[in-house]
């Protein structure tokens, strides 16, 4: 099954079953395979009618911000699609789960050592961020 857009060609098509991964108020994150890599990816389709003024400009400004970061501990924006009523986000496919879910999974938490390293790391993101904005 062809991928995001209408009658235009797609950098991504839709596993089989469209499996879907995930889902939130404005959007759906669904599996796909990058047609020119065959990668695996996450395609995060954001309903745009579902978005107040507010809501959109965040978006925009989350994007900005994920095309600029690329650590390791980040899922990378590959690509982003816009038509006329949908957002499409490709996405790295984050299949090790989610950092919460993997913290809750072990009782009493995690020793400190575990996730010192990235989320030490994490925090530089932030200000790398800072600084290319007053770049």
């Given at each position: 099954?062809a991928g995001p857009?209408?009658?235009?060609?797609?950098?991504?098509?839709?596993?089989?079953?469209?499996?879907?991964?995930?889902?939130g108020h404005f959007?759906?994150?669904?599996?796909?395979?990058?047609?020119?890599?065959?990668?695996?990816?996450?395609?995060?389709?954001?309903?745009?009618?579902?978005?107040?003024?507010?809501?959109?400009?965040?978006?925009?400004?989350?994007?900005?911000?994920?095309?600029?970061?690329?650590?390791?501990?980040?899922?990378?924006?590959?690509?982003?699609?816009?038509?006329?009523?949908?957002?499409?986000?490709?996405?790295?496919?984050?299949?090790?789960?989610?950092?919460?879910?993997?913290?809750?999974?072990?009782?009493?938490g995690l020793p400190?050592?575990?996730?010192?390293?990235?989320?030490?790391?994490?925090?530089?993101?932030?200000?790398?961020?800072?600084?290319?904005?007053?770049?």
């Open positions: 099954r857009g209408a009658g235009g060609s797609s950098p991504v098509e839709m596993d089989g079953a469209r499996r879907t991964l995930g889902k959007a759906v994150v669904r599996l796909a395979r990058h047609v020119f890599t065959g990668e695996r990816v996450a395609v995060k389709v954001i309903d745009k009618s579902k978005l107040d003024s507010g809501a959109a400009a965040q978006l925009l400004q989350e994007v900005r911000c994920m095309k600029l970061v690329q650590h390791p501990n980040v899922v990378r924006l590959y690509e982003v699609i816009d038509t006329h009523a949908k957002l499409y986000l490709i996405l790295e496919l984050g299949d090790g789960g989610d950092m919460f879910d993997h913290i809750m999974q072990h009782e009493g400190n050592a575990k996730p010192r390293k990235p989320l030490t790391s994490l925090l530089w993101i932030p200000c790398l961020f800072l600084a290319t904005l007053q770049a």
